[in-house]
């Protein structure tokens, strides 16, 4: 890939630009942070088990009517996908009360969110990427009224398909984070889905199967992510 220009370099995903300028190639890198990139590692094969399950997840999704920005594998660890323009949106969904949200509201780790709950943060690192509301988000122009809507009822669509896969695995879908780009008039999800940007619990024994187990050093993460994948496999 060393041919192709660099566009973006995320803290585990590097953009590049192809020879068509309507896609883009993301390399799923090997590296792993927490904390605003405070702690950081490489762990060899995390790329790969990343690009796996996103690509997965991208391709049932579009096959249950949600528009995405994949294309296909192109390297285990290489996804080609339609070049959107991003929102600088991280929209978050939650089933069950754990992390920032329990460390803001008194809210009790995994405590049920029936109707789940959708916060918007405002990619920003400068301003520690705070939550906005709707008025905000219309205030800073980032989506209109019907767009928000738009934006919120698909997550909960993605997050109504994804809590029913992860169920039938025996893993509680605690919460993710997804993002999503413009193409033209249309809103279609971007990013990644994977271990990476969401929360698991083993159904029976509460353990995390996620990127908690780096941040919180609750055993060996690639275990973990290793045992989601194999369950994975073994379902498809
Ligand atoms: O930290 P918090 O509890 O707000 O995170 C909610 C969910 O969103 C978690 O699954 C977390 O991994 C994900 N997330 C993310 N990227 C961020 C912030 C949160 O993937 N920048």
Known sequence: MS????????????????ENPDELVVIFRDDITAFDGGKKDVLSGKGSYNAAVSSFFF?????NGIKTHFIKMIDENIMLVRRLEMIPLEVIARNRAAGSIV???PFEEGQILDPPVIVTDYKDDEHHDPSLNDDIILALGLLTQEEITYVKETTLKINRLLYDYFDELGLVFVDFKIEFGRLGDEILLGDEISMDSMRLWDKETGE???KDVYRFEKGDVMSAYARV?????FKK
């Open 229 to 233: 994948v194999e369950k994975m496999m």
């Open 208 to 210: 995390s199967l996620d």
């Open 59 to 63: 391709s049932y999704l579009e096959k």
């Open 3 to 18: 041919q192709l220009e660099l566009l973006y370099k995320g803290k585990a995903k590097s953009v590049y630009l192809s």
């Open 103 to 105: 460390k803001k509201f």
